[in-house]
């Protein structure tokens, strides 16, 4: 089945650094690569929609210069928190999909912000 | 606009007991409606899925949904709840399978012994 691979799965790091979180799907070209937020005990919120090739679509409130996201190749999506702080510190999930395909999730990245 | 709400944040079972986490729905157009499973720092895994085919759908690990459009509902059942079942349970909608998901606030299932 589809897989989406994201890297890495925790990271903790001080105040002011920026960090670089990964999803690939590795047996399949995704399309579309979807970044969620989710806080303790909530649900999942939609940050962007990411095309290959192009400018991501943010939600709204969502900092774009806070969140960069790139989506370089049909197989790779990075998101970068820039200057994080612990407000940022949250569990981030990817997901990856063809067109007309239920979407993947990534295994998510616990980001923590001293 | 799409939405999904699911009735009771957190529901407990005893082993060998019916599951039902409930979930409805609000669509302005035919929905696709998907269960995942979520497991202690992990992203979600798909359950089951409804794309317009068959009303009750089967998913993996013994869990099923049926589809009701006249009361909008999607709820998730299995008939003996096991220990590895207990996960935040999350229902989501969309108006097509690879288009964006609204997910509900999710249900914590924990089963007792």
């Known amino acids: 089945g589809a897989v989406v691979s994201q890297h890495p799965s925790r990271v903790i790091c001080k105040s002011g650094t920026s960090v670089k979180i990964e999803c690939r799907s590795l047996d399949f070209q995704a399309t579309t690569m979807f970044w969620y937020r989710q806080f303790p005990k909530q649900s999942l919120m939609l940050m962007a929609t990411?095309?290959?090739?192009?400018?991501?679509?943010?939600e709204q409130g969502v900092e774009k210069d806070k969140f960069l996201i790139n989506h370089a190749s049909l197989t790779l999506s990075t998101l970068t928190v820039t200057s994080a702080h612990p407000e940022d510190s949250s569990f981030y999930i990817c997901?990856?999909?063809?067109?007309?395909?239920?979407?993947?999730f990534g295994d998510g990245t616990r980001l923590s912000i001293l | 606009a799409q939405s999904v709400t699911q009735l009771g944040s957190h529901v407990s079972v005893s082993e060998g007991a019916l599951v039902l986490l409930r979930c409805n729905y609000s669509?302005?157009?035919?929905?696709?409606l998907f269960w995942y499973v979520q497991y202690p720092n992990q992203g979600l895994q798909l359950l089951l899925k409804y794309t317009s085919a068959a009303t009750l759908v089967k998913g993996i690990n013994g869990f099923e949904a049926e589809f009701k459009k006249s009361e909008t509902s999607f709820h998730l059942t299995k008939p003996s709840a096991h220990m590895s079942d207990a996960a935040e349970y999350f229902c989501?909608?969309?108006?097509?399978?690879?288009?964006?998901?609204?997910f509900g606030t999710g249900t914590s299932l924990t089963v007792i012994p």
């Open positions: 990411s095309n290959e090739g192009s400018k991501a679509t943010y």
């Open positions: 997901s990856a999909r063809r067109p007309d395909q239920p979407q993947h």
């Open positions: 669509s302005s157009v035919p929905p696709y």
């Open positions: 989501a909608v969309s108006e097509g399978s690879g288009n964006q998901f609204y």
